[in-house]
């Protein structure tokens, strides 16, 4: 039985020998064939896996910002294996062969000269389908914060608080700890105050407390609460701890500043001091000289 890719370009140049003869025919032929077998497994390769891939992202819950990419990879496979079919029905077999060892020697060189950009990759694929954080997200690492701009399979794009750029590789945020202050609803603020050693710590408890009550962006449930956390130097510290919700960098800092402001305001009509650090120096001043410029004075 006559192979499939001999039976397509014998038909093909067959069907050409008779228009336009058979040297130009026995050229022509498969040339034909490859064009039209490469963009008949497209189309019809690209339509299912396009359907196919967003079955499985709607399943998976995926951003549209992980898409993207994902429906580019695709399609360079699909293109992948259309030039291969392509190829065989053509009947440009020993072509492919040699393009394969080709190929094969060029991936090896391309691996060895460019593993930090592929290990960035592999970390950007884990980026997509953990997700640990998402455009928009507040993340802190390694002592650098900012707010998520852009995802790539490459590089993080990452917009600090001070308005610069920071360009990231997937790797460093895949490889260390990432903290990501704004994945849950909610968000617990640690808030240390120092008052005197003379102050009343249950009444400075209470006013802490209190004013965590009353402020509109701080959460009743979790309730709010004050532990003594540290005897310092020169002062008693107490760490309130309150809750806010869908938290965000602005919202933090605003409910930060509006809380330990009211904190102060009543500290202040209550009579509760915040302490400054002591210092006392001991030992004597002596200068080198001093009475030869008295002598020289008088």
């Keep these: 039985m006559t192979p499939l890719p001999l039976q397509a370009t014998s038909f093909v140049r067959n069907l050409l020998t008779r228009l336009i003869g058979e040297t130009i025919a026995g050229a022509v032929a498969p040339i034909l064939v490859f064009v039209v077998a490469f963009v008949a497994v497209y189309i019809v390769g690209r ?20 898409r993207k990419p994902l429906n580019k990879i695709t399609n360079v496979v699909v293109a992948f294996v259309a ?20 190929a094969a020697a060029a991936t090896l060189a391309v691996g060895l000269a460019t593993q930090d950009t592929i290990s960035n990759f592999v ?55 990432v903290k990501n202050p704004v994945a849950k609803d909610t968000l617990r603020l640690k808030i240390p ?35 003594l956390t540290e005897l ?28 330990v402001t009211s904190v102060k305001r009543r500290f202040d009509q ?6 400054y650090p002591n210092r006392t120096l001991g030992g004597s001043l002596s200068i080198e000289g001093l009475d030869r410029l008295t002598e020289t004075a008088n």
């Design 123 to 177: 970390a950007g694929v884990f980026i997509f389908t953990d997700r640990p954080f998402r455009i928009g997200d507040w993340i802190e690492w390694d002592g650098h914060a900012g707010v998520v701009e852009d995802v790539s399979f490459r590089v993080t794009r990452v917009r600090t608080f001070d308005n610069e750029l920071l360009t990231v590789p997937n790797n460093t945020l895949t490889s260390g700890v």
């Design 83 to 102: 030039i291969a079919v392509a190829f065989g029905l053509a009947e440009y077999g020993n072509f492919l062969q040699s393009l394969a060892t080709i």
């Design 232 to 259: 310092g130097d020169s002062a008693v510290v107490l760490q309130s701890r309150v809750w806010i919700a869908d938290p965000s960098r602005a919202d933090l800092v605003k409910t930060r500043a509006d809380y």
């Design 193 to 227: 105050f120092g008052i005197s050693y003379d102050d009343d710590v249950e009444q400075a408890s209470k006013i802490i407390v209190k004013e965590a009550e009353a402020a509109e962006d701080i959460l009743d449930n979790p309730a709010p609460s004050v532990r």
């Design 270 to 275: 209550e009579g509760v001091n915040f302490p």
């Design 47 to 66: 339509s299912v896996s396009t359907t196919v891939l967003k079955r499985v992202l709607d399943a998976r819950g995926l951003d549209a910002h992980a």
